[in-house]
């Protein structure tokens, strides 16, 4: 896959920020108040095989904590500033496919992330993506997270993390980050079928539907915590 090799010293200094940095978190994160809302959505999927979750990366922080040490996977760039999310996953217990992407936002390396993912999933082991990433627009998916599910034939789980009260970081997607003993929330959203295989404009469509299948849950969630 298309991975820039950062130099020595440089993927040194991510290892140990990001080590020192799983420790802030994991000791900031715990004292949030987690509510989990809506888990059994993914019961029956998993009864078949794995699920592919999705989550806007807004709540990127909070997704590498509610999905710590589970032996999943996650996406992250092959870019530099990708070493920083890979590290940060890694420390957390899951393992990296790592590419990057064009100013258009079609990946390079795409197709070897796609054929890794797609075995992964095979194999029954469940993953995730940030379909927004890396650099938006906001909360629009790109095609990657439907292609792969029209391949492997496993079904989208939408995951909205939603805090109150936060800090909300000035970057592209806003990134959250929670004020210590805040209130958490995290909601499974109905399992997402791509169905039969479609392209063109069907498949620009139906990428369409997933982003208000998943707007659509993030408002509600955002209105009922407050968060803005």
């Not at 000791?27 to 998993?46: A, I, K, S």
């Not at 992964?120 to 629009?140: K, M, S, V, Y």
Request: charged fraction near 25%; hydrophobic fraction near 45%.
């Amino acid at each position: 896959m298309h991975v820039t090799l950062q130099p020595l010293h440089f993927r040194i200094f991510v290892y140990v920020l990001t080590s020192l940095g799983a420790v802030i978190l994991w000791c900031w994160f715990r004292t949030l108040r987690l509510e989990v809302r809506n888990r059994q959505v993914e019961d029956e999927p998993l009864r078949k095989g794995a699920v592919l979750y999705t989550s806007w990366h807004r709540g990127i922080f909070l997704a590498a904590f509610f999905w710590r040490w589970q032996g999943g996977w996650m996406v992250a760039s092959g870019s530099k500033d990708g070493e920083w999310a890979a590290g940060m996953i890694k420390r957390f217990g899951n393992r990296v496919l790592r590419g990057s992407s064009a100013k258009d936002g079609r990946a390079k390396g795409g197709k070897e992330v796609m054929r890794d993912a797609e075995a992964l999933l095979a194999a029954g082991i469940r993953g995730g993506l940030t379909p927004d990433a890396p650099r938006g627009p906001e909360r629009r998916c790109k095609p990657g997270i439907l292609a792969l599910a029209q391949r492997s034939g496993v079904p989208i789980i939408p995951v909205t993390f939603s805090v109150w009260p936060c800090w909300r970081m000035r970057s592209w997607d806003r990134t959250i980050l929670p004020f210590p003993f805040a209130r958490f929330v995290a909601q499974y959203g109905e399992p997402f079928y791509v169905g039969p295989p479609v392209e063109g404009a069907a498949f620009d469509a139906r990428l369409r539907d997933l982003d208000e299948h998943m707007n659509r849950g993030v408002d509600e969630l955002d209105a009922e915590t407050g968060m803005r």
